[in-house]
Structures are given as C-alpha cells and as structure tokens.
C-alpha cells in the first residue's frame, strides 16, 4: 500500500481521486466549455500511477459536470489531488476547504500552473492544503504514494512546523519523465463521468480531445506572457503517438485531436509523417508564423492537419519596439500569403492576436485593427481569437506586475487584496490594470478597439473569440 510520510499524513493510501474543477475565470467561465474536452493532465496522472503504483486505486473527476454539492459527495478519498489553472483555482480551493471541514484526515494536494507559480501563497493562505507540487507531477506524485520523504521530492513544497520547505529548489532541479514513450496510454475509463465522443472536425466550437505527444518549448528564450517554466522540449516518439491516436480511435471513436505542444516542432510534423498508412482522423497544432516551410505542406496533408492555431500575437513584431521579432525580410504580405498557402492545402487558420502589450500605442493599436481585418478577409479564416495581455502568475508580466508600487497600489485600491502576496489572482482587472501602466494607451481605448472589432468582423466569423477581460 502506498503511505504519506510524517508532515502530511500517516495513513495508509489505498485510493486517490483527481479533480478538475470547473472554471470561474476567463471565457469558458462565460460560454458553454468545448466539448469534448477531457483533463487531459489528470487522466495522464493516474496511468501513471496505474502503472507505477498499482496497488493504489485511481479515479478522475471532471467538476466541470457536477455541481459543489455533488462533487463534495463524490471526493471521499484519503487522498485527494487538485489540477489548478488560474481559470478554476478559485472553485477549487473553496471546494478542497469544504472538504477538509468535512473529512479533516484527507490529504489534499495542489498541482497545475497557478500552484506551480506560486505555492508559498497558496500554502501560507490556506492551511487546509497539505503540499503542492510544481512543474510536471508524475515522478512527485508516485514518489508522495509510495512513501519518501517529502523532503526528498524536489517538486514538493509543504510545511514543516511555521515555515514553508521546498520553496528554493530551482525548476531546472524538478524531475520529470525524460522518455514520454514510456508513459503509458490514457485510460478513459478511469474517467467519471463516463467519457463518450460526440463530436468531429467541422462541429462549431470544437477543438478536439487534447493529445499531449509534445512537452516544454524549444524557445531559447521565455514568452513573457507564459506562465509554465520551460526546461527545454522533448517529444514523443512517431510509433508511440500513432499508437494513442490509434487506440482512442479504436476505444472512443475519437477523430480530432488537439495536440497541446505550446508549439509544433517540425521535426516532430517529419517524424508523424513518416508514417505511409495515417489512421482516417484530423489535427489541430499551434503554431507561429514562418513555422513551416512551403515544402511542409505534403507532411501536413499526409497526417491530416485540418486546422492550425497561429501566434500572430501583435505589429509589434513588426514595430522594432518588441523584444520578439519575426525573421528578416517576413512582413505583414508574407504574413497573409502564408495563410493563403495554408488554405491552398485544405488547412484552416485560426490566429490569436493580443492587444495591450508593453509597447503599445494609438498608432500600433489602430495598426493591429487593420491587421485583423485583413486576416479576416482570409477564405480558410474562420475564427479568430483576441485577447488582451494576461499577467498570469509565474510569467514575466506578472513578476512586473508585483515589482511596481502602483500596480499593486491601484489592484489594492480595485480588490482591497495585496497583488504581492494574495493567491486569489483577478486575472482580467490585472490585465486592465497592467494596460494602464504598460502601454502607452488606456484600457478604455484598447476596449474600444474590440467592440469595433467585434461589429465590423466578429458577425462573419464562424467562432469569434474574445478574452472576458476585453468583453
């Protein structure tokens, strides 16, 4: 049996559960959530621990279809884990004090991004939580159910008397799983609610089931408004994606995937189509622009690309006031002829476009409205998605964010809570708050833009996505 040691618990481990909460911030809070849209992390979690820990019994709960009262019924493990965006942390964290209220001898654990980027708020503002764990949980995870000492697990933050341990191992220390091939193939079944697809590649509103065959980045240097620590990247191997795509094709039906790859190396597009015989499903991959060669579109076809997530973030890639620029010679033409190429080969382009960067100005914001008219106007367009700038936690932005006395002053002055140490974070009045201070015009203005936006184009837009801090 697995066995928490002296600092969390001293029980007996026989059964966890995984849990992802509904969300309270940001646009799947104010719409209907992509279906379908399993938690992809948990689910890779507890294969994990299936295969590693097995005397240990697993279960995930997507929150997203139950209600508080329901859920609180349902978590009755020892051991109860939380997956945490800034989306949904805040459902979170009030339903893991219900129940630790209710069921004072539960272990709860905090995972995800926001715990990630700041776990000593998390556990300084909430005893009822037990430990967090940063970065990638498998190793972690099976390390906690088996028994080491928490002081041993690099990955682990908790308390240990009045003081916090864990706290100065630095991310580039924190273990993972350095051979994704072995990791085992997900389980749907461990799934509650049962998991059934229904859904395809032309469904309005449909991303497709989150496939994760790539992890990190291969950016030498951090985006600013990422929230994840990259560690460098590293993918799977061809067989092994082919051979989850297969068995969810085979089990569930699935014929549409979402690869969740930050970016889409193309090495691993050459690696895919290496393979003569694809299975009859669709892809969609995020990637930036100038990715892919005009030569990469017969790979792309082979493995059926149906769609493409394009970063075109802002002019100022352009403007010479970005530290991030598009390769010489790539301009706004090259830009719209790259998309056409994309349509040329059957490919629809989804672009996200961010408004309020650092650097922005009256000029640069009515150029970026021009900018996505033209995108508009593209045949294989039909969705866009933009946003504002999202100081999330752990991103460069938000480092900024808490560095300035008056962001902090007027986020005090907004929420009456201390930017610099409070984990409940308002997303969206940050970002208006970071717009102000930031950029070389208003909220107000950038707001504007988008409305005007929205009526010109968002009408003929089959998904027009807009951030709910803009909307």
Known sequence: MGRIRKGLATAMIERIQLV????????????????????LGILTLAAFIRQTVPHVEVEVIDGKFYTDEQLLRMLDAEFVGFSCWFSNYDNSIALAEQIKAVRP????????????????????????????????????????????????????????????????VDPRNWRRVEDLDSLPILDLDLLQPAYRWSAGPDSPSMSGFPLSGIRGCYRTKRCEYCSIPVKGSRTTSGQKYWAQVRELKSRYHVNYFLETGDTFPRSFLLKLAEERNPPAVWFRFFIYPGLFKESDLPALRQIHVKTVFMGVESVLHWSGTFNRRYRLRYTISTLLEEIKRYGDSGIDVITGILLGLPGE???????NRTLIKKIAASPNVHEMVINAALPLPGSDYFAQCVASPEIVADYKRLTGRDLRTTDRIDVALLSRVFIDHRTDVRYEAVLAALKDIRNEIGKGMANWGLSESLG
């Open 105 to 168: 001898a539960t272990t709860i654990v905090m995972g995800g991004p926001h715990p990630t980027a700041i776990p000593d708020r998390v556990l300084a503002n909430n005893k009822f939580i037990d430990c967090v764990v940063r970065g990638e949980g498998e190793i972690a995870l099976r390390d906690l159910l088996l028994g080491k000492k928490t002081t041993e697990i690099k990955e682990l933050v908790c308390r240990k008397g009045n003081s916090l341990v864990g706290l100065d």
């Open 20 to 39: 992802f909460c509904r969300h309270s911030q940001g646009h799947l809070s104010c719409a209907l959530e992509v279906v379908p849209q399993p938690p």
């Open 361 to 367: 100005n009256r000029q640069t914001l009515e150029e």
